[in-house]
């Protein structure tokens, strides 16, 4: 096993020039969610070149992919993604998670030759905005593997993300518009509807589990303050860590918008958004396997998250149907933030370049682990059924 990390490791060494470079590319060339159409082309390009089977346009998802290697059992999906942020560019340096990627499914194929098993490495589009692997879990790309992983740079090095359930919700306040001076008396203020929602929100969220997280925006308020508004309009977000809580906080949310139209008069017209991220379930087995590895090339890493950062990420709806990991590797100072033009500065420096070639040679040595001992593998099944039943 020890021979076969050490053939991974430079494996990954031989190609870090063209991994750097194909990084370096995808940053300079941002493209936003579903329009990922060069990242696409050139990281299946690449992987064609070194002897994955490739199908494009999978689901129905024109810059989703499927590259595969290996036949049968384990069948290990290593997942990539690779759009940008409006206006920021790759300040969320997904283009150090598909290299590494691609880094990690190329470096494992000799592994899969020695002992069995399948490599493939999915890409899955528009993480950012439209929730790519959502709707790809509905559409079965997850079906038929026995294991999922990712790993997403950071500021710190760890090997469980702590991820919420969420779902967007928009908000339309239907008044009467009136003279606000003249005739106020004839109006019906959808504005003040939506304040008095913020209002109420705001003291739901006193009695709240901590972890749960509620936020919104005021889209339209109004046209001009002599009119009453007529209409008002806005978006939220509702988080919580699991499907239940998610769903009592939700019917709350909804209480807080229908109070507030009994009272003002204004009519109320939601939509509760199509996408509804799944909260992470870490595989504590893969985990620990990718902990030690990446500890092995001398990066310090810890279980769990230190911080309360919560956010939400479509590797939740993954996870609920595979066994997976998203850890983090560090490739900026802890005060440097994600989504920041620091966070981008990052995705394209040489810590950049270490943390990908780190996380691709980790990743590439958990599946040493995994074909190596088909233990650990019904070992990771087991862990996943019981946190299912
Ligand atoms: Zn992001
Ligand atoms: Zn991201």
């Not at 590494?100 to 592994?111: F, M």
């Not at 999915?122 to 294991?147: C, H, Q, S, W």
């Not at 779902?167 to 009467?176: C, H, I, N, P």
């Amino acid at each position: 096993m020890e021979k076969s990390k050490a053939s991974v490791i430079d494996e990954i060494d031989a190609h870090r020039r063209q991994l750097s470079e194909l990084s370096l590319k995808i940053h300079s060339n941002p493209e936003l969610g579903f329009k990922e159409v060069r990242a696409a082309a050139w990281l299946t390009q690449y992987l064609e070149e070194n002897g994955f089977s490739v199908e494009r346009g999978i689901c129905e998802l024109p810059t989703a992919f499927r590259a595969s290697y290996g036949q049968g059992k384990p069948a290990i999906a290593i997942l990539a993604e690779y759009d940008a942020l409006p206006k920021l560019g790759h300040a969320c340096g997904h283009n150090l998670i598909s290299t590494c990627a691609v880094g990690a499914g190329i470096a494992s194929k000799r592994v899969v030759d020695q002992f069995g098993g399948s490599i493939l490495v999915i890409g899955t589009p528009a993480e950012e905005i439209y929730g790519g692997k959502v709707i790809m879990a509905e559409r079965g790309a997850f079906n038929n593997l026995d294991m999922a992983m990712m790993v997403h740079p950071e500021t710190y090095d760890v090997a469980t993300t702590h991820a919420l359930a969420c779902q967007t919700l928009e908000v339309e306040f239907f008044g009467k518009a009136a003279h606000a001076a003249a005739s106020p008396e004839a109006g019906i203020n959808a504005l003040e509807a939506m304040l008095q929602s913020f209002a109420a929100i705001n003291s739901l969220r006193q009695h709240i589990k901590s972890t749960a997280r509620i936020h919104g925006i005021i889209t339209d308020g109004g046209e001009a303050a002599n009119i009453v508004p007529a209409h008002s309009a806005g978006i939220f977000i509702v988080r919580a860590e699991d499907d239940t809580y998610l769903n009592e906080l939700k019917q709350r949310v909804i209480n807080c918008f229908t109070g507030a139209a009994t009272a003002s008069g204004a009519r109320l017209e939601y939509r509760w958004g199509d996408i509804r991220y799944a909260p992470l379930h870490n595989n504590l087995i893969l985990a620990q396997l990718f902990k030690q590895n990446m500890e092995s090339l001398g990066r310090q890493v810890e279980l769990y998250p230190s911080s309360n950062a919560f956010g939400s990420t479509d590797m939740g709806n993954v996870s609920q149907l595979v066994p997976s990991i998203q850890p983090f590797v560090a490739i900026a100072p802890r005060e440097v933030v994600i989504h920041s033009p620091q966070f981008a500065e990052a995705a394209a420096s040489e810590a950049g370049s270490r943390g990908l070639l780190d996380a691709a040679k980790a990743l590439a040595m958990t599946v040493v682990d995994l074909v190596t001992n088909p233990e650990i593998v019904i070992k990771v099944e087991e862990e996943f059924r019981k946190r299912n039943d």
